[in-house]
Antibody, heavy 122, light 110 residues
Framework: EVQLLESGGGLVQPGGSLRLSCAAS????????VSWVRQTPGKGLEWVSA????????YYADSVRGRFTVSRDNSKNTLDLQMNSLRAEDTAIYYC???????????????WGQGTMVTVSS | QSALTQPASVSGSPGQSITLSCTGT?????????VSWYQQHPGKAPKLMIY???KRPSGVSNRFSGSKSGNTASLTISGLQAEDEADYYC??????????FGTGTEVTVL
């Protein structure tokens, strides 16, 4: 079964750090770029970050650039999101999502994990 | 990057057709044929329903169709069924390898 499974969420104080992980199974992980998308409680979705299939290219939303770092280990089929200098507004469910590509263009996010909750509060 | 604008809620009776709108700008929706739509049931992860404005992934019912005109994309659900009750989000490529989602529409089946 094609699957993504996030872990690492929890409660952290403002200014703190947290590292999320996403484990992929059921498909050839090295073929796919992957994104992190978050959803604030009761609200909408926000694209956060993406990393290319090789890991050589990384992209960030303005809201997290300089604070979050995305990485991947293709030998372990895992994706990580290191989150530093966390703020209350970073409180959300964080999903990893596989990017569906046609040629080199991402046309959608076709596989999603179940999400992991991050709460930033004192 | 501002979120794409979607109506907060749309409702319809079983068997009816409804259309959800998604309004962006000439920098996102209007510039690329890369609008996708996602269905999300409570407590579940989003599910891809439409990509490249109007294409359906394998396994998605043909009751779902997408279109676009200018800066506004639309998702039409035909033959509305109880299982279609969910939140729906649009998403567009916004340039520079970034993506913007819509505010979301809650679909209620009366």
């Amino acid at each position: 079964e094609v699957q993504l499974l996030e872990s690492g969420g929890g409660l952290v104080q403002p200014g703190g750090s947290l590292r999320l992980s996403c484990a992929a199974s059921g498909f050839t992980f090295t073929y796919y770029a992957v994104s992190w998308v978050r959803q604030t409680p009761g609200k909408g979705l926000e694209w956060v970050s993406a990393i290319s299939s090789s890991g050589g290219n990384r992209y960030y939303a303005d809201s997290v650039r300089g604070r979050f770092t995305v990485s991947r280990d293709n030998s372990k089929n895992t994706l990580d999101l290191q989150m530093n200098s966390l703020r209350a507004e970073d409180t959300a469910i964080y999903y990893c999502a596989r990017e569906q590509k046609i040629d080199t263009t991402t046309v959608g996010f076709d596989i999603w994990g179940q999400g992991t909750m991050v709460t930033v509060s004192s | 990057q501002s979120a794409l604008t979607q109506p907060a809620s749309v409702s319809g009776s079983p068997g009816q057709s409804i259309t959800l709108s998604c309004t962006g700008t000439s920098s996102d929706v209007g510039s690329y044929n890369l609008v996708s739509w996602y269905q999300q049931h409570p407590g579940k992860a989003p599910k891809l329903m439409i990509y490249e404005d109007s294409k359906r992934p394998s396994g998605v019912s043909n009751r779902f169709s997408g279109s676009k005109s200018g800066n506004t994309a639309s998702l039409t659900i035909s033959g509305l069924q109880a299982e279609d009750e969910a939140d729906y989000y649009c998403c567009s490529y916004a340039g520079s390898r970034s993506y913007v989602f819509g505010t979301g529409t809650e679909v209620t089946v009366l």
